[in-house]
């Protein structure tokens, strides 16, 4: 089959580095990854099935991968070779071992944290005892390789291949009225929905969301859904993103330099000093870090109050970065990867991806898929998404709907969409 | 003797004309027969001894006053209380009109035994002045006896305790004024009349206030009927004013009043800045390459060197009346005085009226023009520098050059910051802006902190400068910047062009082909008089 192939190749690992400190997504065209016949991923053992993606999308840990940015945290807890892809929309491979895994044919979109269930792990862990499934403690060990997720990890195949393997746990079914660009959507929504609930905001409560790409805008729209904030400030470098940070939600949408004024005309504090704002005195209630930069972690502190949360979603990697701030006003820094189960203001507890399903069809998410591209223009494709907000884009896909399912010649590909 | 004003009809042998452009200058040249240019009346000659003058002044008010050496006498509470940063433009050589004044006024106070005096920078919302610019308002001598012992101070609109309210006027506009100065026996208010919106009434009534006072004047429904505020006659502005004056007259707060008048001197007749004061055909060669000169270097500077080189002008400009006493008499003499250096008789409105902003205006002494102060500038005061009609007609275009930066001083200016980057965001509309955004800036904590422990304007003072232009706002059809920064410029809600032949050719799109286009020749300051 033809897939996107990310092997361990050290030299081409420095090279995409280089490339992509320069050009973003610039490390697709000299890194590890590559656009390969490989073979379909065997089944790990009962309960597996095979699902050939519809759509599937890059994601800013894709990006960060490619472009040989990622933290050397991740050695670990991915194995190679692997095919990337874990926001996926697929369809269920209807055959014996999926009628024995009791997964019937149709769309799913995976869910792709291979915790202590994927991985035939007997009794669970705390964590996924709990429904915590991305905080498994299990994630490179049991019948599979390690690989955190789908996507990361050289048992299952990925979403940037024509086909992959999943466990029946990870699948959930579509409905028919989401499409494919609604449910391809769900992946990063649950994240979303996860770093909502997770920054523990209190009712009237100023919430400021820093980044306003997919997984910005996500967030923003799950704060509004699930939340019951009193103003909602929105960081947005772009005009598109600007447009969207208002649609979805956002009382206010503020230019990245206007960040802490933005904040300080929201919240009535002071701030320090009589120049430039270099910080308030008070501030947000809690700030959603969707860009995870040093940058972005500085303004957080700044404009947070004291005792106040800063939620990092984004993936930061190495950081360099002035913590007095956050010592002497006492501010809670946490992290909110993945998904799992979540809490909801009224109590009870539901798994992230319903939830991220609701709010899909709700917001209305799938008008965020900006373009898709077939596997062959990978690197259009990679260099589309690692430059989305210049270029008027939110979420960038593959599209492996069209042509053969094995097709290995590109010019058969029909082109964007 | 010095020449009139004039109105100069452009032909084919007329100059490029010199467009001041913020601290950058532009030559232009306007289209001929269709095109006319209003030059300002040369600087009148100076009061020979305006020391005497002051003294004459002083002992011989006009209107219903008895001398002020007669209004003093010993254990009074007298409170001296004088224009701000904002007066003269540009500011002026020592020593400062003000400076000749109130050492006159403390000599006869010192000469009748009064010994509670305080002197009071009457800014209202404006900046606090520094520590330098009080010296240089006041002298050195006044200074150091005064400012050590917390006797001369700028006035706080927003500190409760030294707030007074008077009454309310027959209208409900609540009058409110510094309390030191309203328990006073005697306040006696030290004018630079610059311009004719300033002095009268509108001294101590506004110079004095807080914002509860103020906001009964400054605001959208004025200043669109105040046609214009340099005609009192005409100006809502200054109605407001003198039924507050009224007010505190009723209730014996008693004024002695001391304006004064000052030439068009503002580059001197010798010197680098001297040809900006001459009228371009009658440039020598020596002044065409003086300019020339000027440009070449300005051009090269960076902005903030630029801003240096302007901001430490200090203009030559001279007193040429001085007049005191009872507040509404004195003004009436101080009007016709300003009237005489100001008006230039226009006939006929224009369909596009142009002008070259300069660096400087009211709010951005020692500061930067921002987009904010820009508009208010072009919109505000040059625009209503007329008597009678506005230059330009109903639903012309105005086009103002000004490099219009996306630039503020953060110190001075902080409400302006968030003005442009919420409010005008949102809505360029005075009247939707003063709804719905005025007082949340009004009230913010954090700039009234500002406003009254560093230099800043008061949170609503953005709102007043966009006020100033919704007169003109109302007026023209489209309001176009010639090199401006393009973003900024559209976030005012104007049309960025880049030279002055793209502005009108976007104008006729207004005013149709071939329009008539008056180019105001503006500083030295000029007031049309249009008939």
Partial sequence: MRALVYRRRPLRFAAAAAAGRVAPGAGAGVGPLGLDDVDAPDLPGPGWVRIAPRLSGICGSDLATIDGQSSRWFEPVVSFPFVPGHEVVADVVADADADAAGVAAGRVVLEPVLGCVARGIDPVCDACERGDLGNCERITMGALAPGLQSGFCCDTGGGWGAAMVAHASQLHRVPDHLDDAAAVMVEPTACAVHAALSSHIEPGATVLVLGAGTLGLTTLAAVRHFCDPGTVIAVAKHPHQREWARTLGADVVAAPQETSRAVRRATGTLAVGDGPITRLAGGADVVIDCVGSADSLAVALEVVRPRGRVTLVGMAGHTRLDLTGLWQREVALVGAYAYGTETLPDGTRRRTFDLAFDLVAAADLGRLVTATYPLARYRDAIAHAADAGSRGAVKVAFDLRRGPRHDHDPDHDPGVS | MPRPGLVLDVDRSTPPVLFHHGEQFRFERLPAGRSRIIYPAEP???????????????????????????????????????????????????????????????????????????????????????????????????????????????????????????????????????????????????????????????????????????????????????????????????????????????????????????????????????????????????????????????????????????????????????????????????????????????????????????????????????PILVMCLGLGYFFNLYRGRPLVREGGVIIMSHPTPWDFHPVHHPSYIDFFEQVLADTTDPREIEARYERQYAEDEWYRHLYRTSHAYHGVHPFYMWYWGAHALAHVGRVIIVGGDRDAVRRLGFTPASSLSDALEMASDTVGPQPTITHLHNPPILMADVT
Wanted: aromatic share 6%.
């Fill in chain 2, 44 to 370: 009148l000659e100076p009061l020979a001894d305006p020391e005497g003058a002051i003294a004459h002044a002083l002992a011989n008010p006009l209107g219903d006053s008895e001398p002020l050496a007669a209004l003093l006498r010993p254990g009074m509470k007298l409170t001296i209380a004088f224009d701000d940063i904002s007066l003269p433009l540009p500011p002026m050589r020592a020593p400062d009109i003000r400076q000749r004044v109130i050492e006159q006024v403390l000599d006869l106070a010192a000469a009748a035994g009064v010994d509670d005096v305080m002197l009071i920078a009457a800014l209202a919302l404006h900046r606090r002045m520094t520590a330098d610019e009080l010296r240089h308002a006041v002298g050195n001598r006044v200074y150091d006896a005064f400012a050590p012992h917390g006797l001369l101070v700028n006035h706080d609109a927003e500190d409760p305790d030294n707030l007074l309210e008077i009454g309310t006027t027959r209208h409900g506009e609540v009058v409110e004024i510094n309390r030191r100065a309203a328990e006073s026996d005697l306040i006696v208010y030290v004018n630079i009349n610059l311009v004719a919106m300033d002095g009268g009434w509108k001294s101590t009534a506004t110079g004095l206030s807080s914002y509860r006072s103020l906001r009964h004047h400054h605001n959208v429904e004025t200043m669109e009927h105040s046609r214009s505020f340099m005609d009192r006659h005409n100006s809502e502005l200054h109605h407001s004013n003198w039924r507050m004056g009224e007010v505190l007259r009723d209730a014996g707060v008693k004024v002695f009043q001391i304006e004064t008048t000052m030439n068009n001197d503002v580059f001197g007749t010798t010197g680098p800045m001297a040809v900006l004061q001459k009228r371009e055909w009658e440039w020598s060669t020596r002044d065409r390459m003086s300019v020339r000169a000027m440009k070449t270097a300005l051009d090269a500077m960076s902005p903030r060197a630029r801003r240096s080189v302007f901001h430490s002008w200090r203009a030559p400009h001279a007193m040429t009346s001085v007049q005191a006493g009872e507040v509404e008499a004195v003004h009436e003499v101080t009007t016709a005085n300003v009237y005489a250096q100001h008006l230039v008789p226009v006939e006929g409105q224009t369909d596009v009226l142009t002008m070259g902003l300069p660096y400087i205006g009211p709010y951005n002494v020692n500061s930067i023009m921002n």
